[in-house]
């Protein structure tokens, strides 16, 4: 529950927002039941990770150390890994929880009326006193790249204590997803708990860091990484197909079933512990926007993992990396994700 609060209050599916006051103020986020069986409880997907409010600068190019560059425009938007993935999960009619944390300022809660509206159970998501809703500073270029500078703010508050309060919700899902925006402690305890109930998990190296604990990947069924985040696991370069394919066998190494690394326009990856090794290419299409793409793949091949669990793993990146392909055409994060609707009638069958 929320920091500043030491009971559990009422409940409202959705978080009542006072709109009378000078900012807005999130007044509640908890089921009102606190018996097991209560619908908010159960989720087929769990996420557990960060919630970002995207400021967002469109520009002919990225600006050179020290240079001052004149944008075109200017938006901003709802973001963070974590909520991203989970917003594409209810985008695609999975029905997935988000736990995280936002601050007590204007940002929070415009972030937890967006995964409203894509469908996500918010019930526990709770509010900082101490720390603001988490940022990141976008540069998107004509050609559709981008860079993202990230303050983690309320992300980085959450203890590991929360994951054991939130025990009963984890038990309950069939896949609990994660993301590198939240505490390390708090991430190893998220994944103890879901392995000690047979909870399938899968974990998106992103951001990577040349310093993070392998030792975690013991916990971790699926890994996603992009190139650089295999860079890091691995300590070799990718410069080709061949070379993503050597190191997404290492990585297995560490202890995931699955390793998937994405390459961009040059396709996926995928490796299994059964000695499976397949390239997969992806549709080329014109990319206006690529932020978020990754979050868009995860949390779509998330979503198939626990839809579609007989389709090979290799079918659902396929069909993961085809949904992904229509948010890189339109401007925005969580708003370019595709919805099941906009997608062909038998994709997610």
């Known amino acids: 529950m929320s920091s500043s609060s030491s009971s559990r209050p009422s409940s409202l599916r959705n978080p009542q927002i006072d709109t009378t006051m000078s900012s807005f103020k999130i007044i509640d986020f908890f089921c009102e039941s606190d018996d097991d069986d209560d619908e908010c409880d159960m989720?087929?997907?769990?996420?557990?990770?960060?919630?970002?409010?995207?400021?967002?600068?469109?520009?002919?190019?990225?600006?050179?150390?020290?240079?001052?560059?004149?944008?075109?425009?200017?938006?901003?938007?709802?973001?963070?890994?974590?909520?991203?993935?989970?917003?594409?999960?209810?985008?695609?009619?999975?029905?997935?929880?988000?736990?995280?944390?936002?601050?007590?300022?204007?940002?929070?809660?415009?972030?937890?009326?967006?995964?409203?509206?894509?469908?996500?159970?918010?019930?526990?998501i709770e509010r900082s006193d101490t720390a603001g809703t988490a940022t990141a500073t976008v540069t998107v270029t004509d050609d559709g790249e981008n860079s993202i500078v990230v303050a983690l703010g309320a992300n980085m508050e959450i203890p590991p204590s929360r994951a054991d309060q939130l025990e009963s919700v984890i038990s309950r899902a069939k896949l609990v997803l994660c993301q590198y925006e939240i505490d390390h402690s708090t991430l190893k305890r998220t994944f103890e708990i879901a392995k000690k109930h047979n909870v399938r998990t899968f974990f998106n190296f992103a951001p990577g860091t040349s310093d993070f604990d392998k030792s975690l990947l013991k916990l971790v069924?699926?890994?996603?990484?992009?190139?650089?985040?295999?860079?890091f696991l691995t300590g070799a370069r990718l410069t080709c197909v061949e070379d993503?394919?050597?190191?997404?066998?290492?990585?297995?190494?560490?202890?995931?079933?699955?390793?998937?690394?994405?390459?961009?326009?040059?396709?996926?990856?995928?490796?299994?512990?059964?000695?499976?090794?397949?390239?997969?290419?992806?549709?080329?299409?014109?990319?206006?926007?690529?932020?978020?793409?990754g979050d868009s793949f995860c949390g779509s091949l998330a979503y198939l993992l626990v839809a579609r669990p007989n389709l090979p793993i290799e079918e659902q990146v396929r069909r993961a990396s085809l949904i992904a392909s229509v948010s890189v055409q339109r401007k925005g994060t969580q708003v370019s994700f595709p919805w099941a609707h906009e997608l062909p009638e038998d994709f997610l069958n």
């Open 43 to 124: 989720a087929d997907i769990v996420v557990f990770g960060s919630i970002v409010q995207d400021l967002i600068s469109y520009a002919n190019r990225f600006p050179r150390p020290g240079e001052s560059i004149r944008g075109k425009s200017f938006e901003a938007g709802c973001g963070g890994k974590g909520a991203n993935q989970a917003a594409q999960v209810g985008r695609l009619g999975g029905k997935v929880i988000m736990i995280g944390r936002v601050g007590n300022d204007i940002f929070g809660p415009l972030n937890i009326e967006n995964l409203n509206k894509s469908g996500v159970i918010t019930d526990f």
């Open 221 to 231: 069924d699926i890994l996603s990484t992009n190139e650089n985040e295999a860079e």
């Open 244 to 293: 993503a394919v050597r190191a997404a066998k290492s990585m297995l190494r560490f202890g995931p079933s699955i390793a998937v690394t994405t390459l961009g326009a040059k396709g996926v990856v995928v490796v299994t512990k059964a000695g499976t090794a397949t390239h997969i290419p992806v549709p080329r299409v014109k990319a206006v926007d690529t932020t978020g793409a």
